[in-house]
Structure formats: structure tokens, C-alpha cells
């Protein structure tokens, strides 16, 4: 196999006991609450008969292990068990909801991406003024919290201007322009902080590109400026962007979180929040895990990508 | 063998932190004299009681005696803030010091002793950071419900990975340094090696982190507070205020833009701090 077959396939094997172990942790919470879960989840007004029936549902009454092995075969098969509260299936609800969480972190980062890696760009190439107008950014980027953001862009673009709707959702299959009317807000707003991150570190590794003896051969031949930063330095600059941009990630999920409880997005996000307020907790389970497992299939996406962009590592990690 | 023969210099006790610091980051720690002070000095400086409820002044605008106007139950937003910046603040800096107390002893036995304690210690740290930050948060919050202490351990277990992994790298980087060798050689046991020797010369980057993170568990911290899973009602936070303010956000602005602003700065103010200790306590870089 080449190298590139074998490390790839190492790293799918390395993100196996990762998901495992995750599993294992999402297990655990409904077990750890503190006194009974099931009587939290019910309240004082449950019957005793009501109690033991979920109990049994939830197989509490049975050894941890056998309730694990029980969980798991579940979960392989796609039965996520059952919401207590509308008796929707767990796996229906996240299939509902994670649809609407992919867009908005997918898009983010699009967005993100699409402003911060020029921008960072310019900062590393630029002159004073646009060298101090992206420090601004980054700064303002950075410190603003993101959620405090949507609101105040609420207030402007929704209650101010009524250019856009301040909250609610439409799918993105049946009213596609609806849609992008809804997700405008929280997708720049997810953005910004995104964008700032992804500016910092096109930055910082453009600066040191830029110095190396390679660009100064490129421009010695008489390549224009242009091509040089572009087509060269940019390629070489792209590594740490996206190491920054799989860890980001994660921040993005955990943004998007927040982020559709302010606009009102019924994502996975939303979900958990409200699930953890209702102390349904096999909601809270299924959608940990959804979130979870879905941020590390994006860092091993990160790290193939990271392999297809650099050779070197694959040629040291694939042997 | 005499010790004489393998005296070596003396390594300093502390990183130092003489010297010029960057305009950066003197900015950022004269922002931090100021937000700190105004925050211990809360009780004394807020002009009204947070709690004083004025119905002739609900969503009044801004005035001399209340100058960051009021809010919703007509409260002295001014005087809000002080006391949820000061909540909130110690929450961080809680968070932050708990993460340190139990991260740096991981990552510095990670680091130096190396092999299996290496792979017993960091094999769950790793699992901890293969999760996104605030859902870990969330988790720990499904199992104990909501409040202000359980948000401080969930900022907590946020970190210690993050933490603990620094340490671990910079532990790793002095571990093979002479004079962490010199002091096993002049017979020096494995803790007075690390007490002496590895952790003042490797605690550096961890402290860069740390500040660094004070400003963001702010941020942590507020979110929590308003999708309803942080701080509850009547505790003071900012997290809180601008859920209230987001409310009556239109009428009232400033219950909303003052205590946002709060944050800012002060994540402004530790990444300046960070920034400039940077320079001076990370020289291999390993925050960066």
C-alpha cells in the first residue's frame, strides 16, 4: 500500500478508540446524576409504576456493563432510545436537527474563511493602514463574545432596518431563499470571531513564508508579486490554517450551540440546551454524541487533508 | 565525588518578569489594575444598590446619577455591572486557578518522568480535548444542573487539558535540559529535581496560557448564563444581564451594550497581557 493509503488508514484506525471512549463518557452521564435520574426526569408528580417503567426502558436496573453492552448494540443499530417528553425517537429528532447545525457551522466557516485568509493575506503583505485595520478586526473579533454580537446585529439588521428576520428558520430544500434570509445573521455572526482566528494565523504564517529563501528565488526570476504570495507562498502559508481551522471547529460547534438558542435554529444546539433544561436526558445523550463524534470526524478530516497538503507527513507517519 | 565538582549555576527560582514588558502589554496590565480594582471595589463604587428596584426609572435612558442608564425593572445598570463583572471575574479566575492547580502536576509528571505515566496521564486529557469546549462544559451541567459553581469546574475541566498539555510540552523541552540532568547527577531526588529545577523553568508557558484564558472564561462564563445553564437568577452576572438585556434590547440598548462591552475589554486586556508575557516566558513558542 503507499504511504498515503497507510496513513490515512492509520489515522481511521486511531479515531476508533477516540469514538469509543466517547461513547463510554456520553454513557456515563445519565448515570452520574446525582440521586435518582429517572425521578429528576419525571418529577414529583410520576407514579411509582411510571418510575419503574422507564427504569426498565433505560435498563438502570441492570448491571452497568450489560446496560453499556445494551446502549452500544443501540446505537450501532441506530436507536438512539426514546425523548421521555414527546416520545419522538432520539436518532428521528437529530435527524431532523443536525441538518440545520452543519449548515450554520459549514457556512460560518465557509464565510470565514472566504474573509479571514485574504484579509490575513493583506495583513502580512499590506501597509500600515491595512495592517492596523486587521489587527482591529482580529482584535474586535476575538474579544467580542459571539452570542452578545448576534444580538446587537439583531438589533440592527432585524428590529432597526427590517432587512432580515431576527429569529426562526426555514429548511434549506423547500424555501432555499427563506433559508438564507434566516441564516444570514447567525452565519456572519459565527463568522466574525471565525474569521478573526483564521486572519491571525493566515498572518502570522504568510510573515514567515514570505521570508523564507524560496520567495525571494520566486521573485528573483521575475515572477510577479502577485503570483508569488498567491500561488506560492500561500500554498506553503495553508498548513497551520488548517490545523487552526480543525481545532476552530470545535469552538465553531460549541458557538453554534449559543448561537441557535439566540436566533431561535432548531439545530442539535438547540436541542441540548433545552433538553438539559427539561432533564431528558436521553436527548442529551444522543445529541453529545452527534456533536462529539461529529468533531472528530472533522479532525480526521483535518489531519488527511493535512497529509494531502504535505507529503512529509505522510511519508513519516505512512510507514 | 565532591558537590564542588558539579556545582552549577544556580537556575533562578521564578521566571523573571523584570524588564520591559511592550507598550502591548502595559496597556494590558494597566487595563487589568483598573478592571481588578474596579471589581474588588464594587460594593464601594457602585453608586445604587443592584438590587434597588425604581419603577419610575424602568428603561430610563442615560443620566448623571445613573449613567449607564437602567433596566427592565428600572435598576442601575452602572451598578449591575460592577457587581456581575465582579461575579463573574471570580468565577474566571476560579476556573483558571483550578485548572493550573491540577493540570500543571499532570503535565509536568507527563513530561518529566515520561513512558507509561506519560500514556496513563495524557491518553485522558486527550479524550477531554477530543471535545468540543463547551460541550464538555454542557455535559458536566446535564449531570449536576445548573449554577454558578458548577459553571466555575465546567470552565475548569475546559482548560485543565488545555493546560496540561502546555506543561507536558514545556516539561518536555526542560527535562532534557544539563541542568535538569546535573541536579539527578549531584543526587538531588526525582521531586526536588522537579520543585527546583522543572517547574519554575517550565511554568512559564502555562502562565501565558492561563492569562490568556482568564479572558475568555468571561465569555464562557456569559454564554452559560444566557442559554440558562450558567448562573440562575438573582445571582449577579453578565451572562445574565444580557439575556435580560437582549430582551428589551430595542427600548433599552445600553442593558445590553454595557455589560457585552464589560467582556470585551477584559478579553482585550488578558490577550494584551498574554501577548507581551509571551515574549518573555515562552521563548520556544509553545502557546503560540
Known sequence: ?319 | MTETALELPRRRSLPRLRGRVGREAGVGLGLLAVLGLLAVLAPVLAPHSPEAIDQHRVLGGLTWAHPFGSDALGRDVLSRVLFAFRASLSISLGAVAIALAVGIPIGVAAGYFGRALDAVLMRPIDLLLAFPALLLALSLIAITGPGQLVTMFAIAAIYLPILARVVRSSTLAVASEAYVEGARARGASHLRTIVQHVVPNAIGPALVQASVLCGFALQIEAALAFIGLGAQPPTPSLGLMLFDGYQVLEQAPWADVFPGLAIAITVVAFNLVGDGLRARLDPRGITR
Do not use: C
Open chain 1, 1 to 319: 500500500m503507499s504511504p498515503r493509503g497507510r496513513y490515512a488508514l492509520r489515522r481511521v484506525a486511531l479515531a476508533v478508540p477516540t469514538l469509543l471512549a466517547m461513547t463510554i463518557f456520553v454513557f456515563l452521564i445519565i448515570r452520574l446524576v446525582p440521586g435518582d435520574p429517572v425521578r429528576t426526569m419525571l418529577g414529583f408528580r410520576a407514579t411509582p409504576e411510571n418510575v419503574a417503567t422507564i427504569r426498565h426502558d433505560l435498563r438502570l436496573d441492570e448491571s452497568w456493563p450489560a446496560q453499556y453492552g445494551a446502549w452500544l448494540g443501540g446505537l450501532v443499530r441506530g436507536d438512539l432510545g426514546e425523548d421521555y417528553i414527546s416520545h419522538a425517537s432520539v436518532s428521528g429528532l437529530l435527524g431532523q436537527r443536525l441538518p440545520v447545525t452543519l449548515e450554520l457551522t459549514l457556512f460560518s466557516l465557509a464565510l470565514a474563511l472566504l474573509v479571514g485568509v485574504p484579509l490575513g493575506v493583506v495583513a502580512a503583505t499590506g501597509g500600515r493602514a491595512s495592517r492596523w485595520l486587521t489587527a482591529t478586526f482580529t482584535i474586535g473579533g476575538i474579544s467580542i463574545p459571539d452570542f452578545w454580537l448576534g444580538t446587537l446585529l439583531v438589533l440592527v439588521f432585524a428590529a432597526k432596518l427590517g432587512w432580515l428576520p431576527p429569529t426562526g428558520y426555514a429548511s434549506l430544500f423547500h424555501h432555499p431563499v427563506e433559508n438564507l434570509r434566516y441564516m444570514t445573521l447567525p452565519v456572519v455572526t459565527l463568522a466574525i470571531g471565525e474569521a478573526a482566528y483564521i486572519l491571525r494565523t493566515t498572518r502570522a504564517s504568510m510573515q514567515e513564508t514570505l521570508g523564507r529563501p524560496f520567495v525571494t528565488f520566486l521573485r528573483a526570476r521575475g515572477l510577479r508579486e502577485r503570483s508569488v504570495v498567491y500561488r506560492h507562498a500561500l500554498r506553503t502559508a495553508s498548513l497551520p490554517i488548517v490545523t487552526v481551522v480543525g481545532i476552530q471547529f470545535g469552538v465553531l460547534l460549541g458557538g453554534a450551540i449559543v448561537i441557535e438558542t439566540v436566533f431561535g435554529l432548531p439545530g442539535v444546539g438547540k436541542l441540548v440546551v433545552t433538553a438539559i433544561n427539561q432533564r431528558n436526558y436521553t436527548v442529551v445523550q444522543g445529541s453529545v454524541l452527534v456533536i462529539a463524534a461529529l468533531f472528530i470526524v472533522v479532525n480526521l478530516v483535518t489531519d488527511l487533508l493535512y497529509g494531502w497538503l504535505d507529503p512529509r507527513v505522510e511519508a513519516r507517519l505512512g510507514r
